[in-house]
């Protein structure tokens, strides 16, 4: 059974700054993708950033330049730097493990809210 647990999350003032973390836990072969996903009320979840196990990256326009994703291959845990907090950037973020590019498996989320 995959466990994925979120952690990092709060509240923050606009122009701050928060760090996200993410284990897998419970399989030990196949990790590929691991993501950072984030839903506001009223809206539906879209991918925050993404980072495969070799290392390659992508983000949301939204974030790009202001957020940094990266990972730790041997602790299956998963990074996501967060700077210059908007408060349009509130909202749960969720994590993504995918197993063998088949299964994918979520964490309970973290929310984040920015607000002064």
């Known amino acids: 059974q995959v466990q994925v647990v979120e952690s990092g999350g709060g509240l923050v003032q606009p122009g701050g700054s928060l760090r996200l973390s993410c284990t897998a836990s419970?399989?030990?072969?196949?990790?590929?993708?691991m993501g950072w996903y984030r839903q506001a009320p009223g809206k539906q979840r879209e991918l925050v950033a993404g980072?495969?196990?070799?290392?390659?990256?992508n983000y949301a326009d939204s974030v790009k330049g202001r957020f940094s994703i990266s990972r730790d291959n041997a602790r299956n845990t998963v990074y996501l730097q967060m700077n210059s907090l908007k408060p349009e950037d509130t909202a749960v973020y969720y994590c993504?493990?995918?197993?063998?590019?088949?299964?994918?498996?979520w964490g309970q989320g973290t929310q984040v809210t920015v607000s002064s």
């Open positions: 993504n493990a995918n197993y063998w590019e088949i299964d994918n498996y």
């Open positions: 419970g399989r030990i072969f196949g990790l590929r993708t």
């Open positions: 980072i495969t196990r070799d290392g390659s990256t």
